[in-house]
């Protein structure tokens, strides 16, 4: 079965950068959408980016466009999160996340990776 693991978290001044990892395995990914979300402390998890892994449309939250972009590696079944110009307020556990096209719900979720943003 589908397996995710993220890494890359970390603490980082505000206005830095960081490039989160999401490593996927056991199966093939072609027809699934690959996701980001995050979760601050009180806060409800919340939609990051998303993207088809065969290509199309990509995704983004308002609070994100034009600082974060997703990407893919497929060589190494690995989709990637570069966080630009981060502010404290992105501060917050991060997950991917993956599901089938046919279904509405990701089902498949990581462990989460911490990032932290000082102001």
């Known amino acids: 079965q589908v397996q995710l693991v993220e890494s890359g978290g970390g603490l980082v001044q505000a206005g830095g950068s960081l490039r989160l990892s999401c490593a996927a395995s056991g199966g093939t990914f072609s027809n699934y959408v690959m996701g980001w979300f995050r979760q601050a402390p009180g806060k409800e998890r919340e939609f990051v980016a998303a993207?088809?892994?065969?290509?199309?449309?990509?995704n983004y939250a308002d609070s994100v466009k034009g600082r974060f972009t997703i990407s893919r590696d497929n060589a190494k079944n690995t989709m990637y999160l570069q966080m630009n110009s981060l502010k404290p307020e992105d501060t917050a556990v991060y997950y991917c996340a993956a599901r089938i096209l046919i279904t509405s719900s990701y089902n498949y979720w990581g462990q989460g990776t911490q990032v932290t943003v000082s102001s």
């Open positions: 993207f088809r892994w065969s290509g199309g449309s990509t």
